[in-house]
């Protein structure tokens, strides 16, 4: 079932990397999910180079520019895909940087209950070990996140990606498409459960003819 016979609005994702490298492979990764998003998703990559490091002083004072836009921007997504590299078998700084910001919100809309999904590339372990902190990171935000199926791509495999960060090889942007049309179905349920009324009863009914 097509999402836009679900719900008549896209589902507005926000795309966030947690790698600044000019040509990142998981920002790439992000374009490539932007690329190749499913019918009915929207993809918007939110640049974290801006942020300042979390200080309670500085958010006392007033949160800077560069906090509201990534707040304002959580907020006005359905749902959040995070790209994470792996450095020393955990996430990068900046990105939890990020995180620890936005999760400073309490306005509706916020982290706290929003559905998101990690991917990654690096590694021959494909940043596993980072995805499995940024896990945790994200429950206790409130964040609920779909774990399968998972994105863990080794960056470094022959023909992956190019020199700019840009994901090439089609099995892994097949991969890729294959994610982001479950999270597109995941997100569905989440937001839109009546909308999967008539359609469970119809399987409970087959099921039960059977």
């Not at 892994?172 to 839109?192: D, G, I």
Request: aromatic residues 6%; contains cysteine; charged residues 25%.
């Amino acid at each position: 079932m097509a999402l836009d016979e679900r719900n008549e609005n896209p589902l507005r994702v926000l795309a966030i990397s947690g790698s600044l490298r000019k040509a990142s492979f998981n920002t790439g990764l992000l374009r490539a999910a932007r690329e190749i998003a499913p019918d009915g998703m929207e993809i918007t990559i939110f640049d974290i180079k801006d942020l300042p490091f979390y200080d309670g002083d500085v958010e006392a004072e007033g949160d800077p520019a560069s906090v509201v836009a990534l707040k304002s921007a959580v907020r006005n997504a359905d749902a959040v895909i995070f790209a994470t590299p792996e450095y020393n078998w955990g996430t990068s700084g900046v990105l939890k940087n990020a995180i620890d910001w936005a999760s400073r919100d309490r306005e509706e809309g916020s982290l706290m209950g929003k559905p998101a999904t990690i991917v990654g590339a690096g590694g021959r372990a494909g940043t596993a070990r980072a995805q499995m902190q940024l896990l945790e990171t994200l429950g206790e935000t409130g964040s609920v996140v779909m774990v399968k199926p998972g994105v863990q791509i080794q960056a470094f495999a022959p023909g992956t990606f190019d020199s700019e960060g840009n994901l090439i090889d089609e099995k892994t942007r097949e991969l890729l498409r294959s994610h982001l049309e479950e999270f597109t179905n995941w997100c569905a349920r989440l937001l839109w459960p009546r909308r999967f009324v008539g359609h469970a009863c119809e399987m409970d009914v087959a099921l039960a003819a059977a």
